[in-house]
């Protein structure tokens, strides 16, 4: 069964600091994996794509890399702001016979305090 | 720069109520999509339409019926409403059906007693 798992559930940090997320998952054939930020009350916004062949991306703050051997992601905020107090939820595409299945983890809640 | 709209924002039904979902995208994107999300859940598929005049069953597809009016708009249709549906629905939209950015909507809060 494809699943995608998130760690930690819950995290708070101070402004200013850094953190990363990780992202554990069983999909295959695997085709892509997401990152998207889901403010609360609004729907998940694309943060980064990656395909097999990219270990990793960035999008201003946030840097995802992924390392397909070990089926493991993670998300590297730096230099974090309150406005990214959010859910960071892991997406992970499989190839299937109609196109690409996408699984969703349940997501990683922070909470970034002055 | 709407991108998806979703409508209505809340709803309140009792059981064995009907009610539609309303959803439009303004990106003339060939694929849309409806997801639910409940507590502690990943985001699950319902139904998407990979392209107009094309749909297909999802993860949860059950006490659902979709509608690809014309490519800007994708509705969800509940016909009998059950407690179990209570959830947060999500209309997403892409280029295409393939490695793409999912463009999500704002959500509709259903509840149903």
């Known amino acids: 069964k494809n699943q995608v798992e998130q760690s930690p559930q819950s995290l708070i940090i101070l402004e200013g600091k850094n953190c990363t997320l990780q992202?554990?998952?069983?999909?295959?054939?695997?085709?892509?994996l997401r990152w998207y930020k889901q403010d609360t009350g609004r729907g998940p916004v694309s943060l980064t794509i990656?395909?097999?062949?990219?270990n990793t991306k960035s999008n201003g703050r946030y840097t995802a890399t992924l390392d397909a051997d070990t089926k493991q992601s993670s998300l590297h905020i730096t230099a974090s702001q309150l406005s990214d107090s959010a859910s960071y939820i892991c997406?992970?595409?499989?190839?299937?016979?109609?196109?690409?299945?996408?699984?969703f983890g349940t997501g990683t809640q922070l909470k970034v305090e002055l | 720069n709407a991108g998806v709209t979703q409508t209505p924002k809340f709803q309140v039904l009792k059981t064995g109520q009907s009610m539609t979902l309303q959803c439009a995208q303004d990106?003339?994107?060939?694929?849309m999509y409806w997801y639910r999300q409940d507590p502690g859940m990943g985001l699950r598929l319902i139904y998407y339409?990979?392209?107009?005049?094309?749909?297909d069953k999802g993860e949860v597809p059950n006490g659902y019926n979709v509608s690809r009016l014309n490519k800007r708009e994708f509705s969800l249709r509940l016909e009998s409403a059950a407690p179990s549906q209570t959830s947060v629905y999500f209309c997403?939209?892409?280029?295409?059906?393939?490695?793409?950015?999912?463009?999500f909507g704002a959500g509709t809060r259903l509840s149903v007693l």
């Open positions: 990106m003339n994107h060939n694929s």
């Open positions: 990656m395909t097999f062949s990219e």
């Open positions: 339409s990979a392209s107009e005049g094309t749909t």
């Open positions: 997403a939209s892409s280029a295409g059906p393939g490695i793409n950015i999912q463009y």
């Open positions: 997406v992970v595409g499989g190839f299937t016979g109609g196109g690409n299945k996408l699984t």
């Open positions: 992202c554990n998952y069983t999909v295959s054939p695997f085709s892509n």
